[in-house]
């Protein structure tokens, strides 16, 4: 029987648990936010990012060749051509011979990644690895490869240099004060439901209060704690005697006896 069973949790409830358990939570929060930060300090490998910028549009050779809104709807249409051109094996292959680069073609291409702001003729080429100047070397070499690649493959000057690229000497992967925030709160939320449930599900009637509750009577009264008093008494015969019940006595019994036992030898 479940004399709690369709009991509807109220936020005294709530927060009652949450009085009786802030101390666990703030601990367990503890933990986990410093088990996180040692991990990540003992197993954390710094990489480093480069970016690059390119500019997609036709460039005539005529100085007074005046740009038209067709030429514009041209370079957005071939953004994503100039993107799988440009991670190519024409281009990444060369970049690995001209830069005696110790890699395959699979896993230059995992380190790069292309970004175009919506509604721009942009692409934003990036580089990362494990050495900034590393990074920035072969973004360049790519992006440099790729204009030329690209532009030959399209028969015309479609694709830009606009910005080598960039040096930020602050790890890409490092792990942020937002995250251990982030953390801090799921297992705090967590571990606050955890405690919860197994409130619920604890169906014994501590308090007076509980039992008119749950059980619909009256209580007249309360019996007093024998345990205690019993545990009293042992520790003064204990004190007293020696040990437990009539232990003392036995004592006494064995020495008399052994002394009448004596006398008579």
Same mark, same amino acid.
């Given at each position: #029987?479940?004399?709690?069973?369709?009991? =509807? $949790?109220? +936020?005294?409830? #709530?927060?009652? =648990? +949450?009085?009786?358990?802030?101390? =666990?939570? $703030?601990l367990i929060v503890a933990i986990a936010v410093g088990g996180m930060f040692a991990v990540t300090k003992l197993t954390f490998t710094p990489r480093y990012q480069s970016t690059a910028t390119l500019y997609i549009l036709r460039r005539e050779n005529s100085s007074d060749y005046s740009y038209s809104s067709s030429d514009f709807t041209i370079a957005l249409n071939v953004v994503n051509d100039c993107t799988y051109l440009l991670k190519s094996h024409a281009v990444l292959d060369e970049v690995i011979e001209k830069l005696q680069l110790d890699t395959t073609y699979l896993n230059l291409y995992r380190t790069i990644s292309t970004k175009n702001p919506s509604n721009t003729r942009i692409l934003e080429v990036t580089v990362e690895t494990e050495d900034l100047a590393l990074s920035k070397r072969i973004v360049d070499q790519v992006c440099t490869e790729g204009v030329q690649k690209i532009n030959e493959a399209m028969g015309f000057n479609q694709v830009n240099f606009y910005e080598y690229g960039t040096m930020n000497p602050q790890p890409s992967n490092k792990t942020g004060a937002k995250t251990y925030l982030i953390v801090a709160m799921i297992t705090g939320v967590l571990a606050y439901f955890l405690f919860l449930v197994i409130a619920q599900l604890d169906d014994s009637l501590e308090t007076k209060e509980e039992i008119e509750q749950y059980l619909g009577i009256s209580v007249i009264g309360e019996i007093p704690n024998f345990n205690e008093n019993e545990r009293a008494g042992y520790e003064y015969r204990k004190k007293r005697y020696g040990y437990g019940y009539g232990y003392g006595y036995r004592a006494d019994n064995k020495k008399k006896a052994s002394s009448k036992g004596g006398d008579k030898a």
């Open positions: #029987m479940n004399p709690k069973k369709g009991h =509807v $949790i109220a +936020f005294s409830d #709530m927060w009652e =648990v +949450f009085l009786e358990r802030w101390k =666990v939570l $703030i």
